[in-house]
């Protein structure tokens, strides 16, 4: 069994704790927490399982790393502190571990990532023996190894789409989606995640692997963004009101350029609710999916609606992405220490966890 830790609990760590105790190769040695609150309570319940794990919460980080656990699984968010993440990812694989995360843009695409970045954690890992996969949680596996081998059946390839289409009501960061992305502002407002170079600093280093695994040079990344404002006044289920005129809905690409052409497009479709943008591409049930659409001779569209707790659809975008991360573990455990990204470590089936429920 492989030791392992979750790094945070929010709504990637609850699906973390909830993989580590699932697969049947890893063993859930630690939870680490920031929120005082938290310290503490059973990983069970931080997890929303419906039982006790018999692993109590802690912000003692020096203390868990002076186990030397063989993996990590990094939830903390990276998003507005990514000098902190990749800090605490280093002290990580110093301490001999393996470390599974989303929460470094650039290393999603280790390659090619800045060397700011690429050089601490190489520099970590030849000082600590561990290693580092970083995959997106939106999901990665949607924006990379799916589109790629769904490419493969196509004869002739014009076009690789990977679609994220989702009512945004669901997703459990209000402030998120309030402010980050701007749902409910007013059309004035500037939102971080839509700024300009902002998307491709999230989503470029998924384009620029895909455009590896395919063979291609890109001539640039160019980005697209429509909003639109609500018509109506609404009201949602689990964030409330939002007024007439504010933002409703958020549609942008990042699209590879190959030959003057956009060949390899990653584009995100968010509502805040399902009558704002109606003209605009909708998941089957209007809830949420992510689509890979492979635009070529044949045209081959795959979409994939996962759901987690409570049926909620963002809450199994995520459990997926933490999915792909936890069962690379053990693979990452007997391959050599290093980093790596979605191209070197393979998605695998679910070996040993077909009808098992753990006790």
């Not at 999603?108 to 997106?136: C, K, M, T």
């Not at 589109?147 to 493969?152: A, E, I």
Request: hydrophobic share 40%.
């Amino acid at each position: 069994m492989i030791p392992t830790v979750v790094w945070g609990t929010g709504n990637v760590g609850r699906a973390a704790i909830r993989a580590v105790a699932a697969h049947p190769a890893l063993t859930l040695a630690a939870v680490l927490v920031h929120d005082p609150a938290k310290v503490g309570r059973d990983a069970g319940e931080l997890g929303g399982l419906e039982r006790t794990l018999g692993v109590a919460a802690t912000d003692d980080i020096a203390t868990v790393l002076a186990t030397r656990p063989r993996a990590v699984v990094y939830a903390a968010s990276g998003d507005i502190r990514p000098d902190d993440a990749l800090t605490d990812i280093g002290r990580a694989i110093r301490a001999g571990a393996v470390v599974v995360t989303p929460s470094l843009y650039p290393l999603y695409d280790q390659r090619n990532a800045p060397p700011e970045l690429r050089d601490p954690v190489l520099a970590a890992v030849a000082e600590g023996g561990g290693s580092l996969f970083v995959s997106g949680v939106d999901p990665g596996w949607g924006n990379d190894v799916l589109p790629l081998l769904v490419s493969g059946l196509g004869t002739e390839v014009d076009v690789i789409r990977c679609q994220e289409i989702f009512d945004y009501s669901t997703y459990e960061q209000e402030e998120s989606v309030r402010h980050l992305i701007g749902m409910g502002h007013p059309m004035d407002y500037q939102p971080l995640m839509l700024a300009e170079s902002v998307p491709t600093m999230v989503w470029g280093g998924q384009i620029r692997l895909m455009a590896r695994a395919l063979g291609v040079e890109l001539d640039e990344i160019r980005e697209t963004l429509d909003r639109r404002a609500l018509e109506t006044a609404v009201t949602t289920r689990t964030m409330g009101a939002f007024a007439a005129g504010t933002q409703g809905a958020v549609r942008f690409e990042v699209q590879g350029v190959v030959d003057g052409e956009p060949r390899i497009v990653i584009e995100h479709i968010t509502r805040i609710h399902p009558s704002c943008a109606p003209d605009w591409p909708s998941p089957p049930d209007g809830v949420g999916a992510h689509r890979v659409v492979i635009e070529g001779r044949p045209r081959i569209e795959v979409t994939v609606e996962a759901s987690d707790e409570s049926e909620n659809r963002s809450a199994g975008g995520n459990a997926t992405a933490v999915g792909r991360l936890v069962s690379a573990i053990d693979w990452l455990v007997d391959a050599k220490p290093g980093l790596y990204d979605a191209l070197d470590v393979p998605l695998r089936p679910a070996v040993g966890r077909l009808g098992r429920r753990p006790a």
